[in-house]
């Protein structure tokens, strides 16, 4: 089973950055799209950012486009998501997520087949 375990989230200031990882247990990324998505409280959770398996396409969510940017080491199965001019409006649990797709991706949750435990990110003054 496939496991993705995600690191780097911390407390920031508004205006400020992070750099999100996400560890595979395996090589994932010539079978699976890679998302990331959070979830703030009490809020449902949402998609932020995905990347095909090619990736040459990566999609993300309106309030985060410009700010964040995903990337990949397909040395390392890693992949990561530079957050920059945080705003208190990005605090949330940030979530890795893989989806068997091999043409596309997708910011939904149906089309997530695994999840990450999550990782915390607090923006505040």
């Known amino acids: 089973q496939l496991q993705l375990a995600e690191s780097g989230g911390g407390s920031v200031q508004p205006g400020g950055s992070l750099r999100l990882s996400c560890a595979t247990s395996?090589?994932?990324?010539?079978?699976?799209?890679i998302g990331w998505f959070r979830q703030a409280p009490g809020q449902d959770r949402e998609g932020v950012s995905c990347m095909t398996v090619s990736g040459n396409e990566i999609d993300y969510a309106d309030p985060v486009k410009g700010r964040f940017t995903m990337s990949r080491d397909n040395a390392k199965n890693i992949v990561y998501l530079q957050m920059n001019t945080l705003k208190p409006e990005d605090t949330a649990v940030y979530y890795c997520a893989a989806e068997r797709n091999l043409y596309s991706c997708n910011l939904f949750e149906s089309a997530v087949a695994y999840w990450g435990k999550g990782t915390l990110v607090s923006v505040s003054s």
């Open positions: 395996e090589f994932t990324f010539d079978s699976y799209a």
